[in-house]
Structures are given as C-alpha cells and as structure tokens.
C-alpha cells in the first residue's frame, strides 16, 4: 500500500470521493488515471502513462468537442421541453375557446327554444297575448316561432269574437 498524496491532486481525490467513477487528468508530459475500487473505502486503482505532446492536445481537444455536444445536447433537451410546454398551452388555449365558443353558439341556439317554451306555458296558463320575438333567420326555429305567434294570435282572436258572441247573447 503506497500513499497518493504525492501523485493524486487533492481536487481528483474530492471529486473521486464524490462522482464513484474514474477520474483522468495529465500532468504536462503523462496522463494519469485514479479509481476506487469496487466496496473498498480506502482501495484505489492508480495508473499513469507517459505521453507526447500531441497526444495529449488532442485528448484535450477531444474532451472539449465531447463537453460542448454534451453542452448542446443538454441545451436541445431543454428547448425541446419548453416547446412542449409551449405546445401544450397552446393546445389548452385552443381548447378553451373552441368550449368558449360552442357554449355561445349553444345558448344562441337554446334561447330562442327557451322563450318558445316560456310564451307556450303563459298561453296555458291562458294568457292568450304572448308572442316570441320572430329571428330573421330562416331556420326551423323562426318557422315555429312564426308559427306559434299565428296561432295564439288566432286563439285570442277567436276567445274575443267569442266574449264578445256571449256579451251580446
């Protein structure tokens, strides 16, 4: 058993200690590499070899192209979250005004049914004058409205000739 504070930087032991996983650095003309080994606390793995320059400038070219696609990559990871983020609130507000819209068109289309119901439930109770505003729109609708307004206009018509048939009888 050999002591490493001499060959294994304090900041390699740190970040050795912290990540459990080999950790490589070069000192000038050597690349050096340190690990722990496997459920042993004070067990490490130290190799060193001797480099040329070139080498070495290269690995450290080679370890700067692979931070900066892992660089990249991270940054694509997160723009593609905030477009789906983006996507999906844009989808919630298109969904919500596509029910905004169709509650309008429904109570456009129901309100006209709900003052037929209505003037129809005051003529039973024989109040022979109510009447439904007529929508200029030639639909289904207006032909009832149009429809219903004759009739209880016919029904008073005909309730009056009779009152005045019995006043005069």
Request: proline share 3%.
């Amino acid at each position: 058993e050999r002591r490493t504070d001499n060959l294994v930087p304090a900041n390699i032991v740190a970040g050795l200690k912290a990540a459990r996983q080999t950790m490589f650095w070069d000192s000038g003309d050597r690349i050096q590499a340190v690990r722990q080994f496997p459920d042993q606390a004070d067990l490490y793995l130290y190799a060193s070899k001797v480099a040329d320059p070139n080498s070495l400038a290269i690995a450290k070219r080679a370890t700067a192209v692979l931070k900066s696609y892992d660089d990249l990559r991270e940054r694509s990871q997160n723009l593609q979250l905030q477009f789906n983020i983006a996507l999906f609130i844009l989808t919630l507000a298109i969904v919500g005004a596509a029910v905004v819209i169709a509650l309008n068109v429904a109570d456009r289309l129901v309100e006209p049914v709900g003052k037929l119901v209505d003037a129809s439930r005051r003529v039973t109770a024989g109040d022979l004058s109510a009447r439904v505003p007529v929508s200029s729109a030639r639909d289904e609708v207006g032909t009832l409205s149009h429809a219903f307004n004759r009739m209880t206009g016919q029904l008073e018509r005909q309730r009056q000739e009779l009152v005045d048939a019995n006043a005069q009888i």
